[in-house]
């Protein structure tokens, strides 16, 4: 599995990335090949493209990617083509213009990020939701209760893991799948 980055969105430029990531992890194709996250950055050798500190967009967009996502299947270079970071608006645009639909749609989820409606939305059109994050986010909103790691230090997360005795990364772990 691999993704596809932001900067990579125009149609011609997704076989070049992936073709590049084949080849520096040695293989022939994957399983599952995803666009990263909707946000479409200007192209080029800059990973995250500023100006005077002013992020740099793309005039193409996710749609864009996905077009070329689909003549990777038909190249055989990726078995299967999901999205990452995709809200559910996000997610019916691309249904309705998509010939392959993703297989997948990961985004962060757990306790205090529970993505129900989300999940509900992918349920309904045979997209499997995926997450990662499920022990929490370093560095995220979400460390509004002063800990490190609000999620996996919660005491109700340690209470409930107790009871089960099991960690508490074993219960959030558990937890969406």
Not at 25 to 36: E, S, T, W
Not at 79 to 94: C, E, M
Request: charged letters at 20%; hydrophobic letters at 40%; glycine letters at 6%.
């Amino acid at each position: 599995m691999s993704k596809l980055w932001s900067t990579y969105h125009r149609t011609d430029l997704v076989e070049v990335a992936c073709r590049k990531s084949l080849e520096t992890m040695g293989l022939d194709y994957f399983d599952l090949y995803m666009i990263h996250n909707p946000m479409s950055f200007k192209e080029g050798p800059d990973p995250i493209p500023k100006i005077a500190n002013v992020l740099q967009y793309s005039e193409h967009d996710f749609l864009d990617a996905w077009f070329g996502m689909e003549q990777l299947v038909t190249k055989q270079l990726v078995k299967s083509i999901g999205v990452s970071n995709f809200n559910a608006a996000q997610l019916q645009r691309l249904l309705d213009k998509a010939r392959i639909k993703p297989v997948v749609n990961q985004v962060e989820c757990h306790p205090y990020l529970t993505q129900q409606k989300l999940d509900q939305f992918c349920s309904e059109n045979n997209i499997k939701l995926s997450c990662f994050g499920v022990l929490g986010s370093k560095g995220t909103p979400l460390e509004y209760k002063g800990s490190n790691n609000p999620v996996l230090d919660d005491p109700l997360v340690q209470v409930m893991a107790a009871g089960l005795n099991v960690t508490p990364a074993q219960l959030l772990i558990r937890y969406k799948s």
